[in-house]
């Protein structure tokens, strides 16, 4: 590990951290475990008023530790990029875990090809009772120019992603007035200039509980219907089906919500996505469901969601 006052270090790794007393020494437990010792570690307090800045001081040996007004966990991150000396940057959220190995193999995947401007890798989900793997690996072509492959799904956990930090200089920092989607607005801007390389070993674990953001989904829907105004806008010359990919956004949170029995906000989106596309026979199908009553919807939810699982599986298998 480089210390804040010798040589460049090879990689910046940058924590943002938000009232996360049990969960944080794990997460710092992981980074100090790495094969790879040639990293400086920012640890970017974003106003926490539970005892974490406490917990920060006892890493100030191992750490360069920051102190800031909440302001969310990108601009926590943007505050660490902006002080990062290492020629890459590497994130880690405070409830998440690194394989060992992660930014070994991600170092030697950059120095294999230098010209790749980020590499994220598969990686697996836990919670209190079990694990899974997020299958990043189900997409064909998860390398080189892959905008298009982005734009159509949101799939890239920050977690996961080194980036070089010359690309950061270059296409700017995460966007903080997207709450729900800052992380996909960054990755699709970067991904619309430089090459990105994956890894398909599962080398970060994403804890699942909550208080994750990802459990707000309202605010996460609405913010990709935000960013893919802004990067339509940003991207004119692409010419981007905004109206359709918003369909396949309202309808996609519209299944999350189906299946989490909230059935008011899932016939919202549901209407939106047949908004955008008036074609899309899914949409009607699934409002249909939503308005049934719960004798007549529950069982056939639940054949729905059965017909959903066995074409998942063939898609992957």
């Excluded at 998860?142 to 298009?148: A, N, P, R």
């Excluded at 010359?237 to 996609?252: T, V």
């Excluded at 409002?287 to 009553?293: D, K, M, N």
Aim: hydrophobic residues 40%; charged residues 25%; contains cysteine.
């Amino acid at each position: 590990m480089t210390s804040a006052t010798s040589k460049t270090p090879t990689v910046s790794i940058i924590v943002p951290v938000y009232n996360s007393l049990t969960m944080l020494p794990a997460a710092l437990e992981t980074v100090f475990n790495q094969t790879f010792q040639d990293f400086e570690l920012i640890l970017v307090d974003d106003g926490s008023t539970a005892g974490s800045s406490e917990l920060l001081k006892t890493y100030e040996s191992r750490a360069r530790v920051l102190t800031k007004k909440n302001g969310g966990a990108s601009s926590a991150r943007n505050v660490g990029i902006q002080i990062a000396r290492g020629e890459f940057v590497a994130f880690l959220d405070a409830d998440d875990l690194w394989d060992s190995k992660k930014l070994e193999l991600q170092v030697a995947a950059f120095r294999e090809k230098p010209e790749t401007g980020v590499c994220f890798t598969e990686c697996l989900y836990f919670d209190s009772e079990k694990e899974w793997e997020a299958n990043f690996g189900r997409h064909d072509n998860m390398e080189g120019m892959i905008f298009d492959l982005i734009l159509r799904e949101h799939f890239i956990s920050t977690t996961t992603v080194m980036i070089r930090r010359d690309c950061l200089t270059d296409i700017g920092l995460f966007d903080e007035t997207l709450t729900g989607c800052e992380d996909y607005n960054l990755f699709l801007r970067l991904a619309e200039k430089y090459p990105y390389r994956f890894l398909a070993q599962p080398l970060a674990k994403l804890r699942c509980h909550d208080g994750n953001l990802s459990n707000n989904l309202p605010q996460m829907c609405r913010d990709e219907v935000a960013n893919l105004d802004k990067i339509a806008e940003l991207y004119p010359e692409r010419g981007i089906p905004k109206n359709l990919l918003k369909s396949q956004i309202y309808f996609r949170f519209g299944q999350y919500h189906f299946d989490a029995n909230d059935f008011r906000l899932a016939k919202n989106c549901f209407r939106n996505a047949i908004r955008f596309k008036p074609t899309k026979v899914s949409a009607y199908i699934y409002l249909t469901l939503a308005l049934l009553p719960a004798f007549i919807r529950n069982p056939l939810r639940n054949l729905v969601r059965t017909a959903r699982g066995t074409q998942a599986t063939n898609a992957t298998s």
